[in-house]
Each structure stands twice: as structure tokens, then as C-alpha cells.
């Protein structure tokens, strides 16, 4: 039967539709002939007589073309459903009376048929029973185990299926029911749900267990898995709820979004682990929509590290808000084909009409980043390219410094001779008290970016002609804590390692960080900006920090895995410390000074931090740069200390090159 199936599944479009429309036609013969049975049997009527063959001939001529134009051959059988049913019941109908009205016709003018009101009453009835049964029969026939019940078949198939509970019995509930017999990778046992109303009840043939009787749902049904159908839950709630279900032997995963099942984006077999925000519970900041579109709508806009994580976001957003040119500023080919080919899909799907710009280009070349800016009289300017990653950058002190810092540098300036109107920085929690070249170097950044906001007339660094230029650049920078799921944050290391088998790798028990989501975060930096005044530093209300320990065991938990550890050691996956890396602290924070500032924004405060003046902190650029050429490592890191506020390096220097060089001499 499978490969009847197959064979069925595999006709063509044309193929199906011939063979539904004869289908139809025969049942419409079977219910004229069943219906003047019904009522003639009694007379000894078999066969039609005289004048009825016309019934037979006019009823499909008659109602064929009302099935077409109401597009019952349009619908795909295997995923009929309701409306397909009153779809079916408004043609059959509308079929019978055309037939009824030109048979009237007929009689009155032609010939002299039967007309019994009971007969083409009873064929009304049976042609909707048969045409409607016929699709359920077909839907049937390829989602249901017609012949894999009982025992007349051996019940490989279902055998193979994972059980699975349903959290949510609702509509998304029922969506995600009707996709998952569709993908026949799964065997739907149970739906829960938190409507006392529906406990005990059955929707769409499954029991409805409420949440405080999991265990009692798992033994009777044997679910393995649970699929989350709750997208109307607030984050706090599906906090709660994922709380409760760690407790269980389940593997929880989270259904996608409805449109995206709708639109074939995603299957079924693409349900995906828990949302961490969904475990962290942290409700997302909601942007505004005026200050998104301040900087943005008719603008000429570029972004700086356009195909890492938050840079990409970035474009994303921006993208949305209608710009008049978007310029996409990567030095990495891969990662800028890969934004530029996303949004180019965008812009012809939405017809969003932006010009987009892929330039590849380091921030380290500042002749380049004029050149491009100027050429597309760049208006909005965000800055996101930046080395990112602690303890590389621990490992790498030249290259960190000229990256963040001189890069940061060239992008200000620049900004300043092209007349930019609005420059944003993004920065992180690190810059707050750093103990680490990473966030010493950001905070130089934000220093650098403050104080040429201050300048009317600044003479810009590393140029020897003593002009000044005319500062028309408002200057902002915006700090937040981690990334989840960006590039070298810890959440996608964690699900590898749970993908492995473990162990799940966290440097200490006590270490703490704040989290957001990658798209907040860009929504973030877009609304911060627009609401700069100049030389602004904002910083997020980002709620608690985060123990990242806790965060790996719920991670394991909604894995449906257990934790190995003293209390249970016959546990699935182990948590390992292995000790803090080079210039990692245990806390973030995100305010150097105290009482910051609000803002137009609820959840957006400004910081109130001490910069130096430019024409001091340009005499200390000269002597960095001249520190980075000679691979002076103890130079820079003194430098920075004495620059940086509060900058206290938690070990000795572990650049690579210096401890080559050391272990050499």
C-alpha cells in the first residue's frame, strides 16, 4: 500500500485533477441511480427509463464547471480540512440547483421527465455525503494506519514514530497536530494544556491531560517528547512552563512559527530546541517605531561589520525600515555574500526597492572607509565591527588594539570629513570595568567617540597638515551584555556539546552574565541612536544576570537528558568547570558611574561616564600606535590602565607573540 501511495502522491498536478473529476462524476452517477432507487425500488425500478438518462447526462455537465470555479480540485486531499468541507457543500449545491432549475426548464418546454421532489432531495444529500466522504477517505488513506492496524499488518511504521505531547490544545495547538500527520516522523499522544475547560476532553482524538498530571501522561501514553504550542505565552510564562516540564524524561522543543510551516519554510522535522530567552524568561524590550525609522526612512545608511551577528541583525532591521540605500561594510567575503544574498531575497519578496551596497573592506584602511562613505553620502553610520571574542583577543593584544580602537578611530574620523550626520557605536558590558584587553579596548572606543563628539573643530589624529575639521556628527554608543546564539557565545557551544554527549564545559560555578536576543539588541542600538544628543553612552535595562552554570543544566534538562553530578552519577551529560580563560571576571556590569539617566525609552538609560579631552588622548594614540608597531606588549597594557578607568588586568600577559618572543630570548 505504501507504494500505491507513492505511486498516487507522485502524479502529476494535471493527473490528479482528471482523476478526481471522473471520481466525482461517478459519484455523482451513484448517487442519482441510489437516490431513484430509494424512491422507485418499490415499482421494480433498476435501471433509468425514457427521458431520466438526461438527469444522468446534465447533472456532472451542470456541476463539474461549479466544483472547478469553486476550486475543489485546487485543494491538496492530503491536507483537506474544514474549509474544504463548506467548500464542498456550497458546490454540491449550487450543482443541484442548476440541474434542478434546468430539468424545471425542460419539462416546462422540452420534454416530460420526472421531477419527485424526494428523489432530488436524496440526491442532494448522497452527492454530498459521497463527494465530502471521498476527500476524508483520501486524506485518510495518506495520513492515517488504515492498513498498519491491528494485526493485519506488521506495525513497522508506527513503531518507528516518536510519541509526542502537545503543550497547548488551542489553534496553534491543532496546526501543529495537522503538520505533524503530514510529516509521519512523529505519533501524536496527548495534548496539555492549562484550560481547566479542556481537561479530561478530547481535541482532534487526543486526551487532554492538564500540566499537574505529566507523569500520569507519560505512563499512559509513553510521550517521549513534548512540542511547545503556546506563541501567544509570555516569555515569563513559558518560563514557568519549562521550569516545570525539566523535572520530566522529556525533550522539549518549541514549534516554529504557523507562517512558516504555512509558507513551507519549515517542516515539522525543523521543530527546534527551546528559545534560551524562553529559559532565561527575560520579556524583550518593545522598540518604538517613531525612533526606528528616525535615522533611518530615505536615509543613506551603512553598517561596519555587516555579516557578523549583530551587524547582520542590524541590516536586517534596518532594511525594514525602508531606507533609501543600505551599504553593507564586511571584510569577511563569506559573510557579506551571505547577508547581501538574504536581503537581495528580501528586497525582491517585500519589494522593498533599497539599494543595496556589499563593499568588502577592513576598518583598519581609513582611505577606504572615506572613499565609501563618500561615494554614497552616507547619512547614518553603525559601527559594529569589532574583535569581540575575550580570551582570543587576550592572545592577540596588537590586533585587538588596532581593531578596536585605530579601526573605531578611522570610522569616526571618517564620519567627521564626510560630514555623516549620525554615527552609533556598538559596545558591551565588558568596557565596564575591564579586566580584559577586549573590554579595555571598547572602553577606549567609546573614550575616542566622546570626546571627538565634544569637539566643534577637531584636528584629526594622524594627520600632519594641522587642518581642522567641522564637526557635524552626533556621536552615540551603545552597551549591552551577551548575545544568545551569537557567533562564540556560549549557547550554541552548549547544544554542540549536548549534541556530543558532553560534557558541558563552564568555566565556574559562580560565574554571572546578562543576556538578550540578537534582534533586541539591534533594535537597541537603532532606537539608542535616534535618541542621541551627542557623545551619549545608553546602556539597557537587561533585568538579572544569568548563572551561566544554571543555564547549562536547564539545557540539558529540556534535552530530555539528566545531569550527571554527585547526586545522581548514573546522569547523562556532566557539567565541567574548567576554570576561568585569560581575562575573564566572574560579574559584568554595565555602568561605570552611578545614577544613570532615563531616557524617551522606559528601558533605556544613559550613562554618565568621564572621557578625556581629545587633545590629550590624542597624545596617548601616539604613543599606543607606536607601542602596537614595536610589539611592545608591557607599553600598551600600562597604557591602557592608565587610559582606561577602572581597567585591572586579572593575570600576566598572554599575547602569543610575547610569549614567544620571552621564551626565545
Known sequence: MGGLRERLAGLSYGQKRVLQILADVLLMWLALWAAFYLRLASDGWIWPEGNQGWIFILAPILAIPFYIRMGMYRAVLRYFGNDALITIFKAVTLGWLALLATMWLLREFVLDVILSRSVFFAYWCLSLGLLGGLRLAVREYFLGDWFNAGNIVSPVHSDLKLPVAIYGAGAAGNQLLASIKVSRSYKPVAFIDDNPDLHGRTVEELFVYPAEQMDRMIEQTGAREVFLAIPSASRGRRQQILEALKEYPLHVRSMPGIMDIASGKVRVEDLQEVDVADVLGREAVPPDRSLFERCIKGKAVMVTGAGGSIGSELCRQIAMCSPDKLVLFEHSEFALYAIHSELENWNRLYGLGITLVPILGSIRNAVRLRHVINAWRIETLYHAAAYKHVPMVEHNVAEGVMNNVFGTLNVAQAAIRCQVECLILVSTDKAVRPTNV???????????????????????????????????????????????????????????????????????????????????????????????EGGDVFVLNMGEPVKVAELARKMVLLSGLTVKDNDNPGGDIEISYTGLRPGEK?????????????????????????????????????????????????????????????????????????EHHRTAD
Open 438 to 532: 577586549m573590554g579595555s579596548t571598547k572602553r577606549l572606543a567609546e573614550m575616542l567617540m566622546q570626546a571627538l563628539d565634544a569637539e566643534q573643530a577637531p584636528i584629526l589624529w594622524g594627520e600632519d597638515n594641522g587642518v581642522s575639521y567641522v564637526n557635524r556628527t552626533r556621536f552615540a554608543m551603545v552597551r549591552f551584555g551577551n548575545v544568545l546564539d551569537s557567533s562564540g557565545s556560549v549557547i550554541p557551544l552548549f547544544r554542540e556539546q549536548i549534541r556530543r554527549g558532553g560534557p558541558l564545559t563552564v568555566t565556574h560555578p559562580d560565574i554571572t552574565r546578562y543576556f538578550m536576543t540578537i534582534p533586541e539588541a539591534a533594535q537597541l542600538v537603532i532606537q539608542a541612536g535616534a535618541m542621541g
Open 586 to 658: 566572574l560579574y559584568e556590569e554595565l555602568l561605570i558611574g552611578e545614577n544613570p539617566e532615563s531616557t524617551g525609552h522606559p528601558e533605556i538609560f544613559r550613562a554618565n561616564e568621564r572621557y578625556l579631552e581629545w587633545s590629550d588622548l590624542t597624545e596617548i594614540l601616539d604613543r599606543l600606535h607606536q607601542a602596537v608597531q614595536r610589539d611592545d606588549y608591557p607599553t600598551i597594557r600600562q597604557l591602557l590602565i592608565d587610559t582606561v578607568q577602572d581597567y585591572k588586568p586579572n593575570g600576566g600577559i598572554v599575547d602569543l607573540l610575547y
